[in-house]
């Protein structure tokens, strides 16, 4: 199972068959003399080493955000979630966002938990991540585990 919190630094967590959560971040911040869609290239071939590497990935939460407060942040998570959802339905593999302040109610027990209750939470539960990104990533891993994907 994988958990993605999408954008220029994307988080993520998986869990995987031998039960294990590994978690991190990985930039997909444009180099200087890119194109406009490498980025999303990037973000593809990231999702199938990632698919390679860990065994079949066999479902994929990710954070679904409804507001943002820059024009450009709106663009880079629309496309790297059409990226995503592309690349999913290709595999057959379910695809389904969780709403920001769900993440952040499970997490934190507030839905408009600021960046570092989020990665305090986190760190309660026994992980290091490396910055907000990654921290909301395993909340949202954690989610999907302890609620069976919202079914409880």
């Known amino acids: 199972m994988l958990a993605l ?15 294990l959560i590994t978690s991190g971040t990985v ?62 339905e290709l595999r057959g593999i379910p695809y389904e966002g969780v709403p920001v302040g769900t993440i952040k109610r499970h997490a934190t027990g507030k839905g408009n938990a600021p960046k570092e209750a989020m990665i305090a939470a986190a760190r309660a539960r026994g992980f290091s991540p490396a910055d907000d990104n990654e921290a909301d990533a395993i909340a949202i891993l954690l989610w999907a585990l302890e609620t069976q994907g919202g079914l409880q």
């Open 27 to 88: 930039s997909f911040r444009p180099g200087r003399f890119d194109g406009g869609g490498m980025r999303y290239l990037r973000f593809t071939n990231w999702l199938t080493e990632i698919d390679r590497l860990s065994g079949p990935v066999a479902a994929i939460w990710f954070e679904e955000v409804r507001r943002h407060a820059a024009t450009d942040a709106a663009h880079v998570y629309g496309g790297l979630m059409a990226t995503l959802t592309a690349w999913a």
């Open 5 to 19: 919190d999408l954008g220029t630094t994307t988080g993520w967590a998986l869990h995987g068959i031998d039960g």
